[in-house]
C-alpha cells in the first residue's frame, strides 16, 4: 500500500513537470539577420546565413540541411541556395516553425557567349593623336572578327590564345588624324552570328594636344591598368594627360602613365607650354623633438612619388631639372644624416634622404607651401623616458577610430552577428576600453567617433584627416570580421588579423599581433599588408585590426563579453607600449 502511494505521487509529479513544461515551451521564433530580404548575393551557388532561434533548440534545417544551433541560440550556415533564397524550419514539443528568406543571385555569365564586351577602352575616348591605342575585348571562341575605326584602322583578326574569346587590335592614331571623331565597328566575318555587329558612334575622339589639370583636392590617388592604387599627390599639382576614357584621365609621370577620377581634377585647358620646372635651395630645421622639416625651393608644383626603407625615403619629382646647389641642415637635428640627389632622365630629379643610425623612422607627410616650396615633414619614434612611470605615455598623440558609424537598416555600415550585434557598437565598446588604458599610462587619446548616436557619422574619407590634424603620433583603427557572400565562414580557422600599409607601420602591427598571439585564445591569421583607406596614413603609423568574426556565434558571444573586450583592449595597448619602448 506504501509503495503504490509513492508511486502514485511520482507518478502524479512527474506528469505536473511535463505539463508545466509543455504550458511554457513556446513555438521557435526565427530571426534572420543576415542576408536581408533581396540582397544582390552574387553568382555563387552556395551562400552563408545567420540568425537565432528562440527558445533554444539544437538544431535546425536550413535548405533541407541540419545546422547546429549555438547555446545562446545563434546559428550561422553555409548551403547551397535553393529557389533563389533560404528555407529554415525549427521544431520543438510545441511545434513548427518556419523561415523564408528571399535573395538575388546575379546570373553568371562568364560562360555564356557575348556579342561583344568592350574590356579596354570600355567607354568613349578621347586621345591625342601620334600614339597607339590599344583595343582589347570579349567575344565568341575561335572565331574572326572584323573591326573598323572609320579610315584610321580596319582588319581581321582570330582570338588569342586560341579558343579564349579574347581579340585585341591596335590602332595608331596619326598625327594627321586630329579634332576628329571615329565610330568603332566590329562584327562577326562568318557563320550563324555573321549578321550581329556593333557600331559605336563617335567612339574615339583625336586631339592635338595634352590636357592640362590640377588635382582639386588632397590626397588625389593615381592608379594602375588594373585598377590598383600606386600613388597619391595633394591639392593644386599640375599634371599633363594624353587621353580621357569615360570619367578618369591618363596622366603622364615622366616615363610612367597612370589614372585619375575626373572629380578629382580641375580642367584648365590644353597643354601649350613647358611644364618642366627647376629645384633650388634644400633646407633642413628641426620643429620638434621627434620632427624634421625639409623645404626644396620649386617653382610649379610638379607631380612626385615616394618609396621609403628602414633608413631612407625616396623622391622623385617629375618634369623637373635639378638646379639644386646648395643644402643647408640643421645642427641640432639628429635625425637626418645626408641628402643625395641627381638628374635621372631629362626631366625628372631623384632626392635620398638619409636617417641616421638608429633614429627610428616613422612617418612623413609631403605638401606644397604657398612660398614656392615642396615640404617633406618627417617624423621618428617618439623618445619614451620609462615604461614603468604612471605617464609613461606622456606626451604621445594616439588616434583611435572605432570603424563605422551608427546604421541599423540594411545595407549596413559594417558586419552585423546571428544575434543582431552591430560591428559599429562593438568597434566602440572596445576603442573605448582601450582609449581608458592609454590615458591612464598619459597619453593623449583622440577617437575618430565618441557615441553610437545616428547624429555622429564620420566618413571614411574624414578619418586620417582627423588624425592628421590633430598631430598623431599612432592610429589605431578597431574593426570586426566577416567573409564575402559565397565564401564559407569555416572554411578555414577564423580569427583575428592585423594590417598596415606603408612599411614604417610595420612594427607597431608587429608589437601589437605578438600580443594578440599570447593573450587571445583566437586563431591566429597573422600580420598582413592590406589597402585600406586608413591604413594608407603616410605621417604615422597606423594599423586596422581585425579583431574577432561577427558572424560567427562563439565570436560574437565573445565580443558581447565586457571580459573579453577588455582583453583586447589591453593586448592593443600592450602593443602599443611594445612598440614605444
Known sequence: MFNFILLTISFWINSAEVSTQNFSVSIPSITVTYPWEGKNIGSASNAYIMGNVKPYVSTITVNNLTVKVYKNGAFTAYVPILNEGF???????????????????????????????????????????????????????????????????????????????????????DRKTKNKKYTLKLKYKNGEKKNEKIELDNFVSVIDRDYLLETSTDNVILKNDSGG????????????????????????????????????????????????????TLKFSKISSNRVLAKISIYNKVPFSVWEEEDKLYLNLYNTNLRTNWVVYDSSDTFIDNVTFRQVYDD?????????KNSKFCGYDIYYSSDNYLNIEFKFKPFIASINLPDALKGINIIIDPGHSFKRTPPYDGAVG????????????????????????GANVYMTRYTNNEEEQVPLQERPRIAKRLNGDIYVSIHNNAVPDGEDPYSKPRGFQIYYYHPHSKKLAESIHKRFVENIP?????????????????????????????????????LNDDSFCEKLSEAITNGIIDYLK
Open 418 to 441: 546571428p544575434l543582431g550585434s552591430f560591428e559599429y557598437e562593438v568597434n566602440l565598446k572596445i576603442a573605448t576600453k582601450l582609449k581608458d588604458k592609454l590615458t591612464l599610462l
Open 522 to 558: 583566437l586563431a591566429d591569421e597573422g600580420v598582413r599588408y592590406g589597402d585600406y583607406h586608413v591604413a594608407r596614413l603616410t605621417f604615422m603609423p597606423s594599423v586596422l585590426i581585425e579583431n574577432a568574426y561577427m558572424i560567427i556565434p562563439e565570436q560574437e558571444e565573445l
Open 87 to 173: 528555407n529554415i524550419v525549427a521544431a520543438n514539443e510545441a511545434g513548427i516553425s518556419t523561415f523564408t528568406r528571399r535573395v538575388v543571385r546575379t546570373e553568371d555569365t562568364s560562360a555564356q557567349p557575348q556579342l561583344f564586351e568592350l574590356i579596354s577602352p570600355s567607354t568613349y575616348t578621347e586621345i591625342v593623336s601620334g600614339q597607339d591605342l590599344v583595343f582589347l575585348f570579349r567575344g565568341l571562341k575561335s572565331t574572326t572578327v572584323y573591326y573598323e575605326i572609320d579610315d584610321i584602322c580596319k582588319g581581321y583578326i582570330e582570338d588569342f590564345p586560341s579558343g579564349s574569346g579574347l581579340y585585341s587590335f591596335i590602332c595608331y592614331i
Open 348 to 356: 625628372e630629379a631623384l632626392f635620398v634622404f638619409n636617417f641616421s
Open 229 to 280: 592604387y600606386v600613388y597619391f599627390l595633394p591639392e593644386g599639382v599640375i599634371l599633363s594627360s594624353d587621353r580621357k576614357e569615360g570619367s578618369k584621365y591618363r596622366v603622364k609621370f615622366g616615363r610612367s602613365k597612370f589614372w585619375v577620377d575626373l572629380d578629382k581634377l580641375n580642367f584648365k585647358g590644353f597643354l601649350n607650354r613647358n611644364l618642366i620646372t627647376e629645384t633650388g
